[in-house]
């Protein structure tokens, strides 16, 4: 992989962790029953992202875990705050618990392009130094 293109997988990647990150508020949100209908739409959006964004970085590298059927699964489970809010704690300690197991795929996913990308990075430094010169 070329390494601009390493580095801009990287940094949506990040973003993209990000996004989990709101999902997981959202959640919390649900559990304090404390949230608007403007939280319901922004929450909407994040699910929207997460499930666009999932199909770029699948598009772009193998991501053996977590699955798409996995946050799929996992995106359909949570179709509104409201609904989250309706729970019982051990529905919303399942669905925390299916989203740390997403959320730490994708930090692995992120930590291998990372030593993807610094061995590119040493692979140009020791080419430019040792390489032939043109």
């Not at 949506?12 to 304090?32: D, H």
């Not at 609904?83 to 925390?96: I, T, W």
Request: proline share 2%; net charge neutral.
């Amino acid at each position: 992989m070329h390494n601009k293109k390493l580095d801009q997988l990287i940094v949506q990647l990040e973003n993209y962790l990000e996004c989990w990150k709101q999902f997981n508020n959202y959640v919390n949100l649900a559990r304090s029953k404390k949230f608007s209908a403007e939280d319901e739409n922004q929450f909407l959006e994040v699910k929207a992202i997460i499930v666009q964004e999932l199909e770029l970085i699948t598009s772009a590298v193998e991501c053996p875990s977590p699955t798409r059927e996995e946050v799929h699964t996992l995106i359909s489970s949570a179709p509104s705050i409201r609904y989250l809010s309706e729970n019982n704690e051990g529905n919303l300690r399942a669905l925390e618990n299916q989203w740390h197991k997403v959320y730490v795929g994708f930090q692995a996913l992120l930590g291998q392009l990372k030593v993807q990308q610094r061995q590119l990075e040493n692979t140009t430094f020791f080419s430019s130094m040792f390489g032939k010169k043109k």
